[in-house]
């Protein structure tokens, strides 16, 4: 298997890994029109892939579950969660992930990753250099997952 | 009561490795938690631990930066430390393992791949 072939699955695999091991929760792909998070309960994080391609990975989930997943981790009520405790799981998930990502991607390579950001508003528009994966878990709410950029995304357009 | 180092930039990062160390039975350990390598590294040279877990990518002093250090001291030197990370290829574990960390791991790290990184450990 060439290393095109891995990017669907890696980020589904590193998905799954990730929250699996650091959250406790499974989640599977979604099938069919996904579930789309309101804008009002959107919470999403970028990171930066600097080498050996560049790109910018972005997580997303509704601030609920968010929330939810952040009591799990404290072991508090949710409702105790503070905003800086949410955001911070949220970054060191998604650095999580985008490692995992590609090491999965370039098993013998070494790369540079930037810093999760906290981001706000809106995602960025997807176009033709975004690949998207939607996820739901066991209470079907979603989670999303964008890898953007030319050269990240050419990793798996080639095999299309 | 064992002294175990965290250093990790991510007071996130090392709530996770906090539980997981819970998890696998040393929940009455001595927690010290550093921000950056050169906090592990001055926490380490007050108190020698029984064990250092330290990410790759901090601010200040990286790990590997603090992999050298601890491995110069005639002091610290037998102190086993566990590199974590979410940057890791074989190149650099190879880089680390020779430079004297006694586990490198990728994130996550589940409570059952750290009992194996920690089996001599534990014993």
């Known amino acids: 298997m060439t290393q095109e072939h891995q990017f669907y699955p890696a980020m589904i695999e590193a998905v799954q890994q990730t929250l699996e091991n650091m959250v406790f929760m499974e989640v599977i792909e979604e099938r069919g029109a996904p579930t789309e998070i309101p804008a009002t309960d959107l919470t999403w994080s970028s990171m930066l892939i600097n080498d050996p391609v560049q790109g910018e990975i972005r997580l997303a989930m509704p601030a609920g579950l968010l929330k939810k997943i952040s009591g799990n981790v404290f072991g508090i009520d949710e409702e105790e969660v503070t905003t800086s405790q949410a955001y911070d799981i949220l970054n060191e998930l998604l650095n999580t992930i985008g490692g995992l990502f590609m090491t999965k991607l370039l098993p013998n390579q070494e790369y540079k990753i930037g810093l999760p950001t906290l981001e706000a508003g809106k995602l960025p528009e997807v176009d033709e250099h975004t690949v998207v994966w939607h996820l739901i878990n066991s209470d079907e709410e979603p989670i999303k997952i964008y890898a953007d950029g030319e050269s990240l995304a050419a990793l798996h357009q080639k095999v299309e | ?123």
């Open chain 2, 1 to 123: 009561m064992k002294r175990i180092i965290i250093a990790d930039d991510s007071a996130t990062a090392r709530m996770f490795i906090k539980r997981c160390l819970q998890i696998v039975g040393l929940g009455d350990a001595e927690f010290v938690e550093a921000e950056d390598g050169k906090q592990a590294l001055d926490a380490a040279k007050e108190q020698p631990a029984d064990l250092l877990l330290t990410d790759l990518n901090m601010p200040v002093m990286d790990g590997q930066t603090l992999v050298k250090w601890v491995k110069a001291s005639p002091k610290l030197c037998g102190m086993p430390i566990i590199v974590i990370t979410s940057a890791g290829n074989p190149a650099k574990e190879a880089q680390l393992l020779e430079l004297g960390a006694y586990r490198v791991l990728n994130k996550p790290v589940s409570p059952p791949i750290m009992m194996d990184a920690l089996q001599d450990f534990l014993d």
